[in-house]
């Protein structure tokens, strides 16, 4: 079956763009998470969408970050102004029911280099 | 302050012996532990969780132990196997199911 996908796999802009990452989770998953994954470190939590509305978007670092899950399936995360420090690989997962200890699944990330 | 620790960033083993990974965690209120393998380009894969009102769960050749007194919890893979290289995360799941990882420890299996 379909896992989750993430376009683009690679993006790069410049500081000061605006850029939008997407997130297709697997079907019938109600629960949606975004992540950040810097260089030797583990994924950092970003935001978390139950249904169509942010349950928890205390990871979101600024106001420049911002992330929409409107039909309650595929989410865009959007970053205003890019900055250097924002490079980084963006990972999306999703999860079925509401029990916080079922496994996530992760897509492959999009790999974002902001020059 | 880093709530979910690995301190070791790597580790190898021969083929065919015992893997042991460890992690150490802060919040006392962490429900579920859970660990992912993640290789080059792809996205994390789940392994094998624990809830916090266990102390072992065994999944095949994988195994993780908690220790809730002294807030660690350690993964097992024995037989160990060249597929078996990878880097490996442990994550804590708060009440929103959001995890917090780890940093990783990178694993070498020798044939």
């Known amino acids: 079956g379909a896992g989750v996908s993430q376009t683009p796999s690679n993006k790069v802009t410049e500081k000061g763009k605006y850029v939008e990452l997407r997130c297709d989770p697997i079907?019938?998953?109600?629960?949606l998470y975004w992540y950040r994954q810097s260089l030797g470190q583990g994924p950092e939590f970003l935001i978390y969408?139950?249904?169509?509305?942010?349950?928890?978007d205390s990871g979101l670092p600024n106001d420049r970050f911002f992330a929409v899950r409107p039909e309650g399936s595929v989410s865009t995360l959007k970053i205003q102004r890019t900055e250097r420090g924002d490079s980084a690989v963006y990972l999306c997962?999703?999860?079925?029911?509401?029990?916080?200890?079922?496994?996530?699944?992760f897509g492959p990330g999009t790999r974002l280099t902001v020059l | 302050d880093q709530q979910v620790k690995q301190n070791s960033p790597s580790l190898s083993v021969q083929e065919g012996r015992i893997s042991i990974l460890n992690c150490d965690y802060t919040?006392?209120?962490?429900?579920?532990f859970l660990w992912y393998k993640k290789y080059p380009a792809e996205g994390p894969t789940f392994l094998i969780s624990?809830?916090?009102?266990?102390d072992k769960n065994e999944d095949g050749r994988f195994t993780v132990f908690l220790n809730k007194s002294a807030k660690h919890l350690s993964l097992h893979i024995v037989p160990s196997q060249p597929g078996d290289s990878a880097v490996y995360f442990c994550a804590a799941s708060s009440n929103t199911g959001k995890l917090i990882f780890g940093q990783g420890t990178t694993l070498q299996v020798k044939p």
């Open positions: 997962a999703s999860r079925s029911g509401t029990k916080t200890g079922n496994e996530q699944f």
């Open positions: 624990i809830s916090s009102i266990k």
């Open positions: 969408f139950q249904g169509t509305g942010a349950a928890d």
């Open positions: 079907s019938g998953h109600t629960a």
């Open positions: 919040n006392s209120m962490f429900d579920y």
